[in-house]
């Protein structure tokens, strides 16, 4: 079966400009998560949804958002983007509601110039 | 919140040794630990996991043993081949409050396995 599909999967924008990068859970996934990937800070949670409904979020400026769709496809969106944004964006969805076993996605690496 | 710390940062071993990376967690309520493998340029691959009500689980040449008083947990990998070689991330997970649904990640061992 497929797995989670982000796109696109490179991205440069320039500082101020605003981003949406979108993500297809595994079929029969609704728990979906974002995380952010830097060299400096490693992995770093972004938000959760389930059934369209975000559950948990991280300690990120409210720059960045997100939503789930009822089909659990889900986009996070990053707003005036700052040269601190540039990272890997990882998207990984889950069958188990409690969020277990995420399966990640090859991510979007976003460069902010 | 739930803060989780890694070690060693880097890690290298004969082939046919083994290898073990640790990991401690902040928060008591944490109740699920899984490990990620990733390779260079790819995605992280969940390679095992372990719930707060289970000590140790194996799976071939991989096992993680969790110590809940002491809250720290391990990832053992026996009989290393080349193709372990990769950074390795442990993270944990709560059941409730601002540790629900989200998995807190600990900074990543990179492996290297020498033929």
């Known amino acids: 079966k497929a797995g989670v599909t982000q796109t696109p999967r490179y991205l440069i924008k320039t500082r101020g400009q605003q981003v949406t990068l979108s993500c297809s859970p595994i079929?029969?996934?609704?728990?979906v998560s974002w995380y952010q990937q830097t060299p400096g800070q490693g992995l770093q949670f972004l938000f959760e949804?389930?059934?369209?409904?975000?559950?948990n979020k991280g300690n990120f400026p409210g720059r960045f958002s997100g939503r789930q769709f009822s089909n659990s496809r889900s986009e996070m969106n990053v707003s005036t983007l700052e040269l601190g944004d540039s990272a890997l964006y990882l998207c990984?969805?889950?069958?188990?509601?409690?969020?277990?076993?995420?399966?990640f996605g090859s991510g979007t690496r976003l460069t902010v110039v | 919140g739930e803060n989780v710390e890694q070690h060693p940062s880097t890690l290298s071993v004969q082939e046919g040794d083994s290898a073990v990376i640790k990991c401690t967690y902040s928060?008591?309520?944490?109740?699920?630990f899984p490990w990620y493998k990733q390779e260079l340029g790819k995605r992280p691959q969940l390679i095992i996991d372990?719930?707060?009500?289970?000590g140790e689980k194996k799976d071939q040449r991989i096992a993680v043993t969790l110590n809940k008083t002491a809250k720290h947990f391990s990832l053992h990998i026996t009989e290393t081949q080349p193709e372990d070689s990769a950074v390795y991330f442990c993270?944990?997970?709560?059941?409730?409050?601002?540790?629900?649904?989200?998995?807190?990640f600990g900074k990543g061992t990179l492996l290297t396995v020498n033929p």
């Open positions: 928060d008591s309520a944490s109740n699920y």
């Open positions: 949804y389930f059934s369209e409904t975000q559950r």
């Open positions: 990984a969805s889950s069958l188990n509601q409690q969020g277990h076993g995420y399966t």
């Open positions: 079929s029969g996934h609704r728990s």
């Open positions: 993270a944990a997970s709560g059941a409730s409050g601002g540790s629900n649904y989200k998995l807190t």
């Open positions: 372990i719930r707060s009500n289970v």
